[in-house]
């Protein structure tokens, strides 16, 4: 099959690309590689850096860059939306609790679906609001998997600990206590995307009064049934 077509330096961008996606390579891997010549191969690897979907490690190697996981989570968006909306509807109803979708954004984490309870005091979450990734228990699973180097930049001014994160990866779910908002508890369970990947993370809350001082005894089944059931419908999707 001729994967030529026909512009130029779009295939030998792609090349880079491809050779990339194999792991990380220095300009010589590369020009070994691709079959492209030295000025050739380096020119458009910086210009793929310059537009961040190539980037270094910190031996100076090229890998794929951040930009292409952003693209792939925006193309994932609408998928997951559809998938989860209806299970957050049931996880509201089996728990009586407000049920919400996040999902990481940079230093924060963002809403992106929500179940509200019909009656009562509505301590949800709006769709759309950030919220700051150093309190909660959605942002502890979105934070517990992360690569080592990340995990701990994450730490710096949260009010959860490395402890806790190694908690969290040993039982599947987190639970808060007024950590994030006073009088809030929550749990939350994570979504798994290509490759086990922590995606977004579903979650329940409401007040401690209903909750209780230990909301995961209550409800880390239900939630991670509910995040298992996301999950495996995502997979099916693909």
């Known amino acids: 099959m001729d994967n030529s077509s026909g512009v130029?330096?779009?295939?030998?961008?792609?090349?880079v690309l491809n050779a990339l996606e194999a792991g990380p390579a220095s300009l010589a891997q590369l020009v070994q590689a691709t079959g492209l010549?030295?000025?050739?191969?380096?020119?458009?690897?910086?210009?793929l850096e310059h537009h961040r979907i190539v980037s270094r490690d910190t031996?100076?190697?090229f890998v794929l860059g951040p930009r292409l996981s952003e693209l792939s989570t925006?193309?994932?968006?609408?998928?997951?939306?559809?998938?989860?909306?209806p299970v957050l509807a049931q996880l509201r109803?089996?728990?009586g609790e407000s049920a919400q979708l996040y999902?990481?954004?940079?230093?924060?984490r963002v809403c992106v679906a929500a179940a509200e309870r019909s009656s009562g005091l509505r301590d949800t979450v709006p769709v759309g609001s950030a919220l700051p990734m150093l309190a909660g228990s959605a942002a502890q699973i979105l934070l517990a998997w992360e690569e080592p180097d990340r995990l701990h930049r994450g730490l710096r001014g949260a009010k959860f600990t490395a402890a806790t994160l190694a908690s969290v990866r040993r039982r599947g779910w987190a639970h808060s206590v007024g950590e994030r908002e006073q009088g809030v508890a929550s749990v939350s369970a994570p979504i798994r995307g290509v490759g086990g990947k922590v995606v977004a993370a579903?979650?329940?809350?409401?007040?401690?009064?209903?909750?209780?001082r230990t909301p995961g005894r209550m409800h880390a089944a239900p939630v991670v049934t509910?995040?298992?059931?996301?999950?495996?419908?995502?997979?099916?999707?693909?």
């Open 226 to 238: 509910a995040a298992e059931r996301i999950t495996e419908s995502m997979r099916r999707a693909n």
């Open 93 to 95: 109803d089996l728990t």
């Open 8 to 15: 130029g330096v779009l295939d030998k961008a792609v090349l």
């Open 37 to 47: 010549a030295r000025p050739t191969a380096h020119r458009l690897a910086v210009a």
């Open 202 to 212: 579903v979650s329940v809350s409401g007040p401690i009064e209903r909750l209780t």
């Open 59 to 61: 031996q100076g190697r």
């Open 74 to 85: 925006a193309a994932g968006e609408d998928r997951l939306l559809a998938v989860a909306s």
């Open 103 to 108: 999902r990481r954004q940079g230093d924060e």
